[in-house]
């Protein structure tokens, strides 16, 4: 897939790596080949759609470990385990811990090729949200205090009249406010803005401190 990246980590022996690389070069995928967790971070791009494949190990309680690791480096992009031992429980297991997928080693092309594409096009709408979700935190954090706070009230419902009896300050200040505050954010509504916050995860009770 343009535009994207797949990286593959196991300590296992070269074979495994081989078998791997020769395995998606089949379905015209490239791989990038990492000994270690360390080594991943290293050269992880967090602005590149991607895909993490990792083996297995029988000692690696369902991926548990592994997937933790890789998780705890900061490292958002899907992550496909790999075993020689994959049973329908432990898949279901480790998908829960936060897997995007397990399959079982060795396995096909078409299925290997499918589940690395599935996974980055999850990456890509990830990337998609995070970047929306950055562009209005950064407009949020141009507001004013008095924006802010004019903001929170418009979001909790209050009308233009409302707030201005709350703040004690003329309607028509309150209405130049919520303008202002509407340009700055690129929104033409408070509905609009509403829903956009809530699409991005924003806590909607506290944007005085967002």
């Known amino acids: 897939m343009k535009d994207s990246k797949v990286y593959f980590i196991s300590d296992q022996p070269a074979r495994l790596s081989d078998q791997c690389v020769n395995t998606l070069a089949l379905a015209k995928i490239k791989v990038e080949i990492c000994a270690s967790v360390s ?18 190990r029988a ?24 075993s020689e031992a994959a049973d329908v429980p432990m898949a279901v297991t480790a998908i829960k811990q936060g897997a995007f997928d397990v399959l079982p080693w060795p396995t096909g092309k078409n299925e290997l090729s499918d589940t690395i594409n599935q996974a980055i096009h999850s990456d890509q709408k990830r990337l998609k949200h995070q970047k929306a979700k950055d562009d209005l935190k950064n407009r949020l954090d141009d507001l004013t205090p008095r924006e802010k706070e004019i903001l929170q009230l418009v979001v909790n419902g209050l ?43 924003f806590d909607l009770d506290d944007l005085e401190n967002v």
């Open 39 to 56: 080594r991943l971070t290293d050269l992880y791009d967090p602005g590149l759609a991607s895909c993490v494949l990792a083996y297995m």
């Open 59 to 82: 000692s690696d309680y369902l991926g548990i470990d592994i997937h933790r690791t890789i998780v705890n480096q900061g490292i958002g992009a899907p992550v496909i385990l790999l």
């Open 159 to 201: 009308s233009s009249s409302q707030i201005a009896y709350k703040l004690v300050r003329s309607e028509k200040t309150v209405k130049l406010h919520r303008a202002h505050i509407m340009k700055k954010l690129a929104c033409d509504s408070a509905h609009e803005l509403v829903h956009r916050m809530i699409k991005l995860e």
